[in-house]
């Protein structure tokens, strides 16, 4: 069964940077698509990165264009999100989601992300 | 405003069948899978039905999916307590080369 544990949330004042990492077990990371998901407090979910299973195919949300970079160590088992220039509006948990062969996303328990003053 | 438009609630009596909407465009639901999530209060999200109309091990039966054209529905039948629950849909966009969720939808077991 997939297993993703994200870490490296907190609390943070406005164009302050932090970065996320998601540890994967249980299963051949390296075969797995691979996605970050936020949810802003009492909101739905918002798609914000994928990167191919090599990492050679990255994409991202508009609203994070620019300001955050997706990448992934496969020898670690490793996801992570650089996220710069931190606004209140990226207030959410954030989680890491994988999926192979178009079976849909295995989600992690989420790492919560604060940015205020 | 999402891309996939969903009712933002829905309700029914134990036992009762229930649906829930998910529109899209030629873009996103019109050329690839839908996929359904379930997120219990205070849980991550769960995959509840994937391609469309696929359920994973352990889901149960009660929960299928459907698709024609740019909308797709899930069907909870023989609705339980334990189902009250958000729902969302999700599906790749290929003129946004992203996923796409819809608003999601809260259900109520009354």
């Not at chain 2, 769960?46 to 889901?59: A, D, E, M, T």
Request: hydrophobic content about 30%.
């Amino acid at each position: 069964e997939v297993h993703l544990v994200e870490s490296g949330g907190g609390l943070l004042q406005p164009g302050g940077s932090l970065r996320l990492s998601c540890v994967a077990s249980r299963f051949i990371f390296s075969t797995y698509e691979m996605n970050w998901v936020r949810q802003a407090p009492g909101k739905g979910l918002e798609w914000i990165s994928y990167i191919s299973s090599s990492g050679s195919s990255i994409h991202y949300a508009d609203s994070v264009k620019g300001r955050f970079t997706i990448s992934r160590d496969n020898a670690k088992n490793s996801l992570y999100l650089q996220m710069n220039s931190l606004r209140a509006e990226d207030t959410a948990l954030y989680y890491c989601a994988g999926y192979y062969n178009r079976g849909g996303f295995s989600w992690g328990q989420g790492t919560l992300v604060t940015v205020s003053s | 405003q999402s891309v996939l438009t969903q009712p933002p609630s829905a309700s029914g009596t134990p036992g009762q069948r229930v649906t829930i909407s998910c529109s899209g465009s030629s873009s996103n639901i019109g050329v690839n899978f839908v996929y359904w999530y379930q997120q219990l209060p205070g849980a991550a999200p769960k995959l509840l039905i994937y391609r469309s109309n696929q359920r994973p091990s352990g889901v149960p039966d009660r929960f299928s999916g459907s698709k024609s054209g740019t909308s797709a529905s899930l069907a909870i039948s023989g609705l339980r307590s334990e189902d009250e629950a958000d729902y969302y849909c999700a599906g790749w966009d290929d003129s946004l080369s992203g996923w796409v969720f819809g608003g999601g939808t809260k259900l109520t077991v009354l």
